[in-house]
């Protein structure tokens, strides 16, 4: 039985004994009482039962969500401005209590909500510049794991790192710096790969779901699944494209894309694809390596290749050295949003050799 129901099942009583009060005091205006108040009460209850979640469960939801939004130091930023906009509501107060009334019976109450209103705009706003400052002064006496948590940033995990897995390897290096927030809506589109009829969806998931598990476990890295939401979008995508929006924060993705339209909106994106094209060994024209040619390429005579990062090699006039390590040496390097691809020849020594 959810909240929403048991709040209108009460505020439908709640009406319907008022309007049965109402209803027996309109009708003995017109000597009928009873008729009035069974009306009354019925129409009591319709609106109880319709409008009771709209100013009871909705408005407790709205006010969960936006909390939930807020960074852990922003609430302390306007928990700070509050108690600082009550101090000084407090010593206002003093003076104005001596004004002749009417003026000393409202003054008070209105400095009380305008100091502290002011208090917590003021002190959220500048949430940063305070936690900057007071890090600076007791920056010999504030714990590392309280700093690392003054200046982590949260970052929004989407479905497919989860299932590519090379997140956990990342993670262990300690370059992620921020707290990993796997929203609701991610869990469950990884539960309902996880349960794919598709056998080599099912294992995807599932494999997305242990490497969830082993993310947890990681003692450096704060993992936290989130019921954030935006009920106005329903793609995946979309969604936390509004999120990192909101919290200002960046997407971890591996989705190109995602990628791509989350810079079309003005969002941070960690591309792991991206990463993985960053570390990969970095070749010029006229270099020699060695490469396992491996399969016929696309064009008569080639061979195709690889390193051991993965890096594509497509080799000129390599078909005849299919299996063999080979010489070659190197004629061009193309980035492409798949990755980086190597266009090399044999060496003039192979070319003898055979």
């Given at each position: 039985?959810?909240?929403?129901f048991?709040a209108r099942l009460?505020g439908?009583?709640?009406f319907?004994?008022?309007?049965?009060y109402?209803?027996?005091?309109?009708?003995r205006?017109?000597?009928?009482?009873?008729?009035?108040?069974?009306?009354?009460?019925?129409?009591?209850?319709?609106?109880g039962?319709?409008?009771?979640?709209?100013?009871?469960?909705r408005?407790?939801?709205?006010?969960?969500?936006k909390?939930?939004?807020?960074?852990?130091r922003?609430?302390?930023?306007?928990?700070?401005?509050?108690?600082a906009g009550l101090?000084?509501s407090a010593l206002v107060?003093?003076?104005?209590?001596?004004?002749?009334?009417?003026?000393?019976d409202?003054?008070?109450?209105f400095?009380?909500?305008?100091?502290?209103?002011?208090g917590?705009?003021?002190?959220?706003?500048r949430a940063?510049d305070?936690?900057?400052t007071?890090?600076?002064?007791?920056?010999?006496?504030?714990?590392?794991?309280?700093?690392?948590?003054?200046?982590?940033?949260?970052?929004?995990v989407?479905?497919?790192?989860?299932?590519?897995?090379?997140?956990?390897?990342?993670?262990?290096?300690g370059?992620i710096?921020g707290?990993?927030?796997?929203?609701?809506?991610?869990?469950n589109?990884?539960?309902?790969v996880a349960?794919s009829?598709?056998n080599?969806?099912?294992?995807?998931?599932?494999?997305?779901?242990e490497?969830?598990?082993?993310?947890?476990?990681?003692?450096?890295?704060?993992?936290r699944?989130?019921?954030l939401?935006a009920?106005d979008?329903?793609?995946?995508?979309?969604?936390?494209?509004?999120?990192?929006?909101?919290?200002?924060c960046?997407?971890?993705?591996?989705?190109?894309?995602?990628?791509?339209?989350?810079?079309?909106?003005?969002?941070?994106?960690l591309n792991?694809?991206?990463?993985a094209?960053a570390?990969?060994?970095?070749?010029?024209?006229?270099?020699?390596?060695?490469?396992?040619i491996?399969?016929?390429?696309?064009?008569?005579?080639?061979g195709?290749g690889y390193?051991?990062?993965?890096?594509?090699v497509?080799?000129e006039?390599?078909?005849?050295?299919i299996?063999m390590?080979?010489?070659?040496?190197?004629t061009?390097?193309l980035?492409?949003s798949?990755?980086r691809?190597i266009?090399?020849?044999v060496?003039?020594?192979?070319k003898?050799s055979?």
């Open positions: 039985m959810s909240v929403e048991i009460i439908m009583i709640v319907s004994v008022g309007g049965i109402v209803g027996v005091l309109l009708g205006l017109v000597a009928e009482p009873q008729l009035y108040a069974v009306v009354f009460a019925l129409v009591g209850a319709l609106v039962l319709i409008a009771t979640p709209w100013f009871t469960v408005p407790i939801r709205a006010l969960r969500a909390l939930i939004e807020l960074s852990a922003k609430l302390l930023a306007g928990m700070a401005g509050l108690g101090l000084v107060t003093f003076p104005l209590v001596q004004l002749p009334p009417p003026l000393k409202f003054l008070p109450f400095a009380v909500l305008l100091f502290s209103y002011l917590v705009v003021l002190f959220s706003m940063d305070i936690f900057q007071l890090a600076s002064i007791f920056s010999g006496r504030i714990s590392e794991e309280a700093s690392a948590i003054i200046r982590s940033t949260p970052i929004l989407d479905t497919s790192v989860i299932i590519d897995g090379r997140i956990t390897d990342i993670a262990k290096t370059f710096m707290e990993l927030l796997i929203p609701r809506f991610v869990l589109e990884l539960q309902y349960d009829a598709d080599l969806r099912r294992q995807r998931g599932r494999r997305g779901l490497v969830l598990s082993e993310l947890q476990k990681l003692p450096d890295i704060p993992v699944i989130v019921d939401d009920e979008t329903r793609e995946v995508d979309a969604k936390l494209v509004v999120l990192a929006r909101r919290l200002k960046p997407i971890l993705t591996n989705d190109y894309n995602l990628n791509r339209v989350a810079e079309l909106q003005g969002v941070s994106v792991i694809n991206d990463l094209n570390v990969k060994v970095v070749l010029l024209p006229g270099e020699i390596f060695d490469v396992n491996i399969q016929v390429g696309k064009e008569p005579g080639q195709i390193l051991d990062d993965g890096t594509m497509v080799v006039d390599g078909e005849p050295f299996g390590l080979t010489h070659v040496v190197v061009k390097v980035q492409t798949a990755g691809m266009f090399a020849r060496t003039p020594k192979n003898e055979l």
